[in-house]
């Protein structure tokens, strides 16, 4: 059973910060995953925030330098640390397990239900 959830969300003012969690299970053990964080405003397109790809940090150019990924030594959680809120950053924040393109077929990315942000001015 795979399982992929979000925590630590809530509402925040402006320059603010906010501590996300994610931990995922489940799936094969020999799958390779990519761990990512998108987010959803109302009325917007998903959007790609963060993620940790083959161990590397990789940002969204309007949260650089105010969020931080990371991820435990297991793989299975990763944390989004998220610092200088602005009320642009309100948005539903989703955790993805990517599957890395060279692992096998049987390996599947798996998203989680999401976890609401809001920054107030």
């Known amino acids: 059973q795979v399982s992929v959830v979000e925590s630590g969300g809530g509402s925040v003012q402006e320059g603010g910060s906010l501590r996300l969690s994610c931990v995922a299970s489940g799936g094969y053990t020999f799958c390779i995953y990519d761990m990512k964080w998108f987010r959803q405003a109302p009325g917007k397109e998903r959007e790609f925030v963060a993620g940790i790809v083959d161990g590397s940090s990789t940002y969204a150019d309007s949260v650089k330098g105010r969020f931080t990924i990371s991820q435990n030594n297991t793989k299975n959680t990763v944390s989004l640390q998220m610092n200088s809120l602005k009320s642009e950053d309100t948005a539903t924040y989703y955790c993805?397990?990517?599957?890395?393109?060279?692992?096998?077929?049987?390996?599947?990315?798996?998203w989680g239900q999401g976890t609401q942000v809001t920054v107030s001015t």
């Open positions: 993805l397990r990517d599957r890395r393109p060279t692992s096998s077929r049987h390996c599947t990315s798996n």
